[in-house]
């Protein structure tokens, strides 16, 4: 699976086969099953906080997707663009980033920067890595030669050679 994260889940997958939300978002996404889960990715100034959609049953693929697309779609405030952490490099690149991702759609451009330009060009999911904090970080890659293949509901890395 390739999933660009500026895209809602299901949009702009690349599967081997065509049934995923059907078949993989329904399934746990941790053994055990958990309630919440709180990811990081060091880009980003923010914690991203999923819940499981279903509280009797656990935190499935399809929340965890959903929660992370959901949070990075959130717009940044003005106080976030013009923070003391940000260099003038970071603004330009968030400008770029922006502009990439809008494609000259007025309704994208509206809507602002969102929390995803942050991840700059670092769009493609992945996968999860535990922390020993418990919490999860979330690894995420410039181009989409690097997939998930899921096996008894771990993520795993696994190059890909297009």
Known sequence: MIYDLRYP????????????????SPQLATSPP????????????WRIKVQASNAGIGITLGDVFNGIH???RLPIGHHEYYTVELT???????TSVFEER????????VGGLRRVD??????????LLKSKDGKWEMKTSENGRRRIVLVRNLFLLQSVKF
């Open 102 to 109: 809008c494609a000259g759609d007025s309704r994208e451009v």
């Open 34 to 45: 958990v309630q919440s889960l709180v990811i990081w990715h060091p880009k980003l100034p």
């Open 88 to 94: 003038s490099e970071d603004r330009d690149m968030l």
């Open 9 to 24: 889940f299901g949009q702009d997958l690349a599967l081997p086969y065509a049934n995923w939300n059907h078949s993989l």
């Open 118 to 127: 942050f991840l700059g060009k670092d769009v493609y999911f992945v996968g």
């Open 70 to 72: 959901e949070q990075l």
